[in-house]
């Protein structure tokens, strides 16, 4: 039989870079041809060839109701009959910016963007307009988009001043940007020791997915926080990937660490091109009109995807959604764990509300650098095995992975069943 993905990827090459849109998409890391999406619905997604796959990436995590949920898509068929798009104020931009405000006490004001990278380099640049300085300090293995002075790397030795991760990235770009451990104490304080009285912000995911799972742990969020706060600068909490995904609070909730800025994306949409970034009251009014700080965009608050947004965060915001969510994703995970145990398999998992992510070692990573020594090979294998068997976990050792409200026991069942497989044939 003619593989179809094969026949679209040498399609998409020609007219796409690297036939792909993102480059995660390519399977460059794990290699192989990636599988081309026709249709989805609830926990699953069939390919060119017309597989199913039980879908652990859902989107990246937006899918949080599974695909093709009735109150959504009824939602998003009522909007798209009303206008696509005017550049234009809407009464439901209000109605989605009030749902997110009273979900995240943090925030008094929101601004409503098109995409997580859209969001977090206009929290950036309001950090800096808020506070007139330039120093920004990030975290190696934290992603927040792909805005020049955030794609960064650490160099060598304490409080290094990073290097572009990018060509076309001016090293004047990101002499400014200082990269840091995550989860590393000492060096967070000797960082606000030399520069806090030029830092302006201070950027993290609390709970990482780019480099795979890995927490924050409580004392090191809770020194990040009184080290802004002792120095005058902006923490800014990354939550477009764990906003309303481990918890109907965020990252922020589960921690009890209050941030100053909070970037959203991903679920706030619902599977639309629809982010946010928001804080109190004082920070938000110096953006333009009301301020100096200028953002602009000529689809923020795209009608359809506020539509789509607000009939998702009604459906999560239900009784009960996010225990029956966690303890889902708990199931698949402990599930996993036990399955590599009784192969042998060196391997270890962590999860919270409905993202989770899962390590071929012993111990849970608390930082990029041992997130590195993971054997890409036997991920490899494993992907592949789960690919070939009908299950789709991310293409990349080092993105995290997302259970949906459709998921059900037999999909995690097989999903375990399919690993301990795996692991018995290494």
């Known amino acids: 039989m003619t ?26 890391a794990v290699g192989g041809t990636p599988r081309f999406i026709q249709r989805a619905q609830g926990a699953y997604f069939w390919d060119a060839n017309d597989k199913r796959y039980i879908d652990y990436i859902g989107s990246w995590g937006p899918m949080i109701l599974g695909h093709g949920h009735p109150a959504v898509v009824e939602a ?14 809407t009464e439901r931009e209000i109605e989605l910016a009030e749902a997110i405000l009273a979900l995240v006490p943090s925030m008094e004001m929101v601004r409503l963007v098109s995409s997580g990278t859209e969001a977090a380099m206009s929290a950036l640049r309001l950090a800096r307009g808020a506070t007139g300085r330039k120093t920004i300090v990030k975290f190696e293995g934290c992603y927040h988009g792909h805005a020049d002075a955030l794609l960064v790397k650490a160099g060598s030795g304490l409080a290094t001043f990073g290097n572009p991760t990018s060509a076309g990235v001016p090293p004047e770009v990101v002499q400014h940007t200082l990269v840091l451990e995550y989860n590393n104490l000492q060096q967070l304080d000797e960082a606000f020791a030399l520069h806090g009285k030029d830092i302006a912000c201070l950027m993290i995911e609390a709970i990482a997915g780019n480099m795979n799972f890995v927490r924050a742990t409580p004392a090191f969020a809770k020194r990040c926080r009184e080290l802004c706060t002792q120095h005058g600068a902006l923490l800014i909490f990354d939550e477009v990937m764990t906003g309303f995904r481990v918890g109907l609070h965020g990252a922020q909730g589960v921690l009890g660490v209050t941030p100053d800025l909070t970037v959203l994306g991903k679920v706030i949409g619902g599977g639309m091109p629809l982010a946010a970034f928001g804080g109190p009251r004082a920070i938000m009014e110096q953006l333009a009109p009301l301020g100096p700080v200028y953002q602009a965009g000529t689809l923020s608050g795209n009608p359809v995807a506020t539509a789509c947004g607000l009939a998702t965060l009604k459906e999560i915001s239900k009784p009960g959604f996010y225990e029956a969510l966690a303890k889902k994703t708990r199931t698949l995970v402990d599930g996993l764990k036990a399955a590599a145990a009784a192969e042998g398999q060196p391997f270890n998992a962590d999860s919270e509300g409905g993202m989770f992510g899962f390590f071929l ?20 294998a494993l992907f592949h095995g789960l690919l070939d068997r009908g299950v789709y976990i991310a293409p990349a050792l080092y993105e995290a992975g997302f259970v949906s409200a459709a998921h059900s026991e037999d999909d995690i069942a097989a999903t375990i069943a399919a690993a301990r497989e795996i692991f018995s044939k290494r």
């Open 3 to 28: 593989d179809q993905n094969d026949i679209l990827f040498e399609r998409a090459r020609a007219v796409i870079p690297g036939g792909v849109n993102s480059p995660v998409r390519a399977f460059k």
């Open 76 to 89: 998003v068929q009522k909007a798209v009959l009303e206008g696509f798009s005017y550049g234009a104020p």
């Open 361 to 380: 070692m012993n111990e849970l990573p608390q930082n990029y650098a041992t997130v590195m020594t993971t054997d890409n090979a036997q991920f490899n």
